[in-house]
Nanobody
């Protein structure tokens, strides 16, 4: 089982910025995709941004131009730089990885972090 350690959430005023970070545990063999989902109260979990190991990036329309995802393939880390934050960005943000482990190198699985709260409010 891959452990994902998230950091960087918090309270920020509208228009402010936050940076989320996520690191995968060392038993990951290959992280094919790394990214972030979010879930606001009463809503379904949704994709925010994702980046594949080959560099293909996908963003939710609602965050395009405001959020930037980056990853370090060698360190198996992924970050989300969030700017021009809006109250509607308030949610629990989850790190998400699709990949294989050292114990199961040919079976792809998905892994989730525990979530970090982002609150945008004045």
């Amino acid at each position: 089982q891959v452990q994902l350690v998230e950091s960087g959430g918090g309270l920020v005023q509208p228009g402010g910025s936050l940076r989320l970070s996520c690191a995968a545990s060392r038993n990951i063999f290959r992280a094919n995709a790394m990214g972030w989902f979010r879930q606001a109260p009463g809503k379904q979990r949704e994709l925010v941004a994702e980046r594949t190991s080959s560099g293909i990036t996908n963003y939710a329309d609602s965050v395009k131009g405001r959020f930037t995802i980056s990853r370090d393939n060698a360190k198996n880390t992924v970050e989300l730089q969030m700017s021009s934050l809006k109250p509607e960005d308030t949610a629990v943000y989850y790190c998400h990885v699709v990949g294989t482990t050292l114990a199961s190198r040919f079976r792809e699985s998905e892994f989730w972090g525990q979530g970090t709260q982002v609150t945008v409010s004045s």
